[in-house]
């Protein structure tokens, strides 16, 4: 049975990216992508609300690492268990800053710095769900290889568009496929840990701020108080922040399920 669920897991992730390269056209970044709603100039710092807003990713980044830097091992099975975790805040902190740099004057070259962090991020958390759910081994012998998939994404979509035939597919399945396959992962496999709902909120508060990012000039419209980008930043960083409530408070499972495929009987 639990053979049969990793084979579905395997071929609902070979499916997706295969439909897309398949029947959707190469996607170059449009121009009016930098056209953020919120233009204001504050204490001297262009586009203010959009450069600072990046700072809880750098606060929540860094609470993460120091998080699981001090407590050790506590909260995990094994200590290597660790490891994707740590890149994710790492990388978290650092889209922080790549994210104010690129809204302190937006274009593509900037916007290089902002996704490529996050890109890592992204497979670093999908690694440690593919280590806890499925099968731990497998998860850690990912974890670099889904990291070069993540940076190799954004940097193919910065070569093509160098090259006048921008690409942002690889870049979307990276950043969406997670979204899409971690809900299969919880359903089909058990958990090894508490608080294992928790992952469910990650998934919600990053979907409410990429709604937002879509919204920003509509939101920005109401009063233009604050605009749908800003406040993507800081649901986007509640996200992350998710992930941290959940490893100070989770617990190992007692007598926990096995997830290891080649154990006998699975």
């Known amino acids: 049975m639990k053979r049969l669920k990793f084979v579905s897991c395997l071929?609902?992730?070979?499916?997706?990216?295969?439909?897309?390269?398949?029947?959707?056209?190469?996607?170059?970044?449009?121009l009016w992508?930098?056209?953020f709603a919120d233009q204001r100039c504050l204490l001297c710092i262009p586009h203010s609300l959009n450069?600072?807003?990046?700072?809880?990713?750098v606060l929540v980044g860094g609470w993460g690492m120091l998080h699981l830097l001090r407590r050790g091992p506590h909260g995990f099975h094994e200590s290597w268990e660790r490891a994707s975790y740590l890149v994710f805040f790492s990388m978290i902190a650092l889209t922080g800053v790549g994210s104010a740099y690129y809204h302190w004057?937006?274009?593509?070259?900037?916007?290089?710095?902002?996704?490529?962090?996050?890109?890592?991020?992204?497979m670093a958390f999908f690694s440690s769900i593919i280590a806890e759910?499925?099968?731990?081994?497998?998860?850690?012998?990912?974890?670099?290889?889904?990291?070069?998939l993540g940076a190799g994404s954004v940097l193919y979509w910065?070569?093509?568009e160098v090259w006048g035939r921008g690409d942002l597919r690889p870049y979307f399945l990276v950043q969406f496929y997670p979204l899409v396959a971690v809900p299969f992962i919880l359903v089909l496999?058990?958990?090894?840990?508490?608080?294992?709902?928790?992952?469910y909120g990650v998934i919600v508060w990053y979907a409410v701020a990429k709604g937002l990012e879509v919204l920003d000039k509509q939101i920005y419209s109401q009063g233009q108080v604050v605009s749908g980008h800003t406040l993507k930043h800081l649901v986007a960083a509640v996200s992350a922040f998710?992930?941290?409530?959940?490893?100070?408070?989770?617990?190992?499972?007692?007598?926990?399920?096995?997830?290891?495929?080649?154990?006998?009987?699975?």
């Open 133 to 148: 759910r499925i099968d731990r081994r497998a998860g850690l012998l990912l974890l670099v290889p889904l990291m070069i």
């Open 11 to 30: 071929l609902i992730g070979l499916g997706i990216p295969l439909g897309v390269f398949l029947f959707v056209p190469p996607i170059a970044q449009p």
């Open 189 to 199: 496999f058990p958990a090894r840990y508490t608080r294992a709902s928790d992952i």
């Open 51 to 57: 450069v600072l807003s990046n700072l809880p990713f």
């Open 105 to 122: 004057d937006p274009d593509n070259d900037r916007l290089l710095w902002d996704r490529l962090p996050l890109a890592i991020a992204f």
């Open 242 to 266: 998710v992930v941290l409530f959940m490893l100070r408070y989770r617990r190992p499972l007692i007598a926990p399920l096995s997830s290891r495929i080649s154990e006998p009987g699975a």
């Open 158 to 160: 910065h070569w093509t």
């Open 33 to 35: 992508y930098h056209d």
